[in-house]
């Protein structure tokens, strides 16, 4: 029997799913995914889209709670769409992305037993964010988006931001302009903020930034204005010092990043001799740390602004070459036979031309970052067919209180 879209529901949840869900089976059999709910968790459920295989549904009442469900921090959980694990205890959290993380491999990946780890913790699970981002309501209210929605939920508070980005977003009053899209938050040292508006417009923008510790910088098509101060941030990892632009990526949990990089250099197996492919290279924040020990380092990124700020970073060392454009462009044309490739693409993962110039190359050891498990699954199954060996796979917890994984997969031949 299929049940209406309009009636409740009770059942029995047992397991976790990829996007912040838990898993159960209806009557009929089909899987349902349920936000907000815990493995092990009896619960009453409202269903919201039926498909022939599975349902979605929305969380009504829990029934009989898992004993580790906690109290949420915060007033805007199951309203606003930026946080997904609050109702859960922070071991849970990290328990959930390990096993999301092998369940995904095996399942997507067709890979038996994969080498899984525990997710390394992060020192903060609350206020870890080095950089946020808002959307605006028509009344200019900063918020954001609902989960599976463009609606833009007004906020009052968030626990996520690092404390200084905290005490200057509320003082924040923006005026609805014309084309205006998104505000960003992004600290650097010293707790210097820089401010960055995103337009779509060709009109100009007045923005007045008043009595505020922070600077300014309008981004717009084809054109960056400084408003005040500088249109860059200094970001340190570890003792050292990183420039990065305002329309370049740079990890929001800076204290995670620094485990990412001892994991990086305590397993590849690098040396004096060693030549180093950094493919997404990004402002070069590997790069920095693996020139200092390999004879030769190349990095391959496609962002302007991020390379501008990889020259000024890599600027120390003599054996380090960057090429601007998409790594399915540069690689084919690059002759060049690197013992140690590290990879790390945007949420889309790997393109094809990309695999399989990693294939041809026959690269020894290759590190994978990756911030998406189901994309990492789909590409390890095409490097394990095509002769690599998945040596281990070693989540970390970059975003404490929401599904997603970063993890760092070492591959050999």
Aim: proline share 8%; glycine share 8%.
């Amino acid at each position: 029997m299929t049940q209406s879209a309009s009636e409740t529901v009770d059942v029995t949840l047992t397991a976790y799913a990829y996007g912040g869900e838990a898993l159960g089976r209806l009557p009929d059999g089909r899987a349902v995914f349920v936000p907000y709910a815990l493995p092990g968790e009896a619960v009453r459920i409202r269903l919201l889209e039926e498909k022939r295989g599975h349902a979605r549904a929305a969380l009504v009442e829990v029934l009989v709670p898992s004993p580790e469900r906690v109290q949420p921090r915060c007033p805007h959980f199951m309203v606003c769409g930026g946080c997904h694990y609050q109702h859960m205890s922070y071991p849970a959290q990290l328990a959930a992305k390990k096993d999301i993380l092998r369940s995904q491999l095996e399942r997507l990946g067709g890979l038996k037993d994969p080498p899984v780890h525990p997710a390394i913790p992060s020192p903060q699970p609350w206020n870890y964010r080095n950089h946020i981002q808002f959307h605006l309501t028509q009344q200019g209210e900063l918020g954001y988006q609902a989960a599976r929605s463009n609606q833009v939920i007004p906020i009052r508070e968030c626990h996520l931001p690092e404390e200084a980005i905290n005490s200057v977003w509320p003082q924040l009053e923006v005026e609805v302009l014309p084309g205006l899209e998104r505000i960003s938050l992004r600290q650097g040292v010293d707790e210097e903020i820089l401010l960055i508006l995103e337009s779509s417009s060709s009109q100009p923008l007045e923005f007045t930034v008043e009595e505020l510790p922070l600077s300014a910088v309008l981004l717009g098509p084809g054109r960056r204005l400084v408003l005040a101060g500088s249109d860059h941030l200094v970001m340190e990892v570890d003792g050292r010092l990183f420039r990065v632009s305002a329309e370049s990526f740079f990890q929001v949990n800076t204290q995670m990043v620094a485990e990412m990089l001892k994991h990086l250099l305590e397993n590849m197996p690098l040396s004096s001799d060693s030549t180093v492919l950094d493919v997404y290279c990004g402002v070069g924040l590997f790069s920095a740390f693996l020139a200092a020990r390999v004879g030769r380092l190349i990095g391959i990124e496609v962002s302007s602004p991020a390379c501008e700020d990889f020259v000024v970073n890599l600027d120390d060392y003599n054996n380090v070459e960057l090429y601007e454009g998409t790594a399915e462009d540069i690689l084919p044309g690059l002759d060049v036979h690197p013992d140690v490739m590290v990879v790390d693409p945007p949420r889309s993962g790997l393109a094809p031309r990309v695999t399989d110039r990693i294939l041809s190359m026959g690269v020894p050891f290759l590190a994978y970052v990756s911030c998406d498990p189901s994309i990492l699954s789909r590409d390890a199954r095409r490097l394990v067919e095509g002769g690599y060996q998945l040596v281990q796979v070693m989540p970390f917890d970059l975003f404490p209180q929401t599904y997603h994984i970063e993890s760092i997969s070492l591959f050999g031949r």
